[in-house]
T-cell receptor, first 112, second 112 residues
Framework: DTAVSQTPKYLVTQMGNDKSIKCEQN?????MYWYKQDSKKFLKIMFSYNNKELIINETVPNRFSPKSPDKAHLNLHINSLELGDSAVYFC???????????FGQGTRLTVV | GENVEQHPSTLSVQEGDSAVIKCTYS??????FPWYKQELGKGPQLIID?????GEKKDQRIAVTLNKTAKHFSLHITETQPEDSAVYFC???????????FGRGTSLIVHP
């Protein structure tokens, strides 16, 4: 069983389109995250969601929005995609404060 | 907020040699320090972690040391093997927080 699964693994789309990436965790964790990994491998936190509390990295454009239908899911919606949005996006979940995060396999988004 | 510096950005070693990756953190309230390994095309996975009440932890060929006074922690890999080749990330969590701050990553290359 995959602990944190995200779909799709690859996403190629044109500028201006709207897309979504889905994420599900079966670990029973209260916290979920979205990270963006750029070409230099830097992991940048975009959002964290803990017990309905959303913490947003203020540098993330408001074209990005997380949506959590329930505790096991945190989907990422992106509107009006731009070339600079091309990156690998990772979903992760955690058991609480001061514990490890479990990452999904990543979604490679390419905007053309 | 917390700031984590990681060095070196690239590390090239011969098989069988040891590899050391070093990180420093800024927030003295940080108390949990995980290390992640990211293989090509995959998400980061925890390989070892250490808490602030411990100075050293070992798991087979990998070990982590923590110096709270100097606010730095290190990953040591002995008898490196080609399959150790990956990007390694250090991270720090401040007490009560569930959002890890990551270092910028170290690309480890082990030459057979």
């Amino acid at each position: 069983d995959t602990a944190v699964s995200q779909t799709p693994k690859y996403l190629v789309t044109q500028m201006g389109n709207d897309k979504s990436i889905k994420c599900e965790q079966n670990l029973g964790h209260d916290t979920m995250y979205w990270y963006k990994q750029d070409s230099k491998k830097f992991l940048k936190i975009m959002f964290s969601y803990n017990n309905k509390e959303l913490i947003i990295n203020e540098t993330v454009p408001n074209r990005f929005s997380p949506k959590s239908p329930d505790k096991a899911h945190l989907n990422l919606h992106i509107n009006s995609l731009e070339l600079g949005d091309s990156a690998v996006y990772f979903c992760a979940s955690g058991g609480g404060t001061d514990t490890e995060a479990f990452f999904g396999q990543g979604t490679r988004l390419t905007v053309v | 907020g917390e700031n984590v510096e990681q060095h070196p950005s690239t590390l090239s070693v011969q098989e069988g040699d040891s590899a050391v990756i070093k990180c420093t953190y800024s927030d003295s309230a940080s108390n949990y320090f995980p290390w992640y390994k990211q293989e090509l095309g995959k998400g980061p996975q925890l390989i070892i972690d250490i808490r602030s009440n411990v100075g050293e932890k070992k798991d087979q060929r990998i070990a982590v040391t923590l110096n709270k006074t100097a606010k730095h922690f290190s990953l040591h890999i002995t008898e490196t093997q080609p399959e150790d080749s990956a990007v390694y990330f250090c991270a720090a969590l401040t007490g009560g927080s569930y959002i890890p701050t990551f270092g910028r990553g170290t690309s480890l290359i082990v030459h057979p």
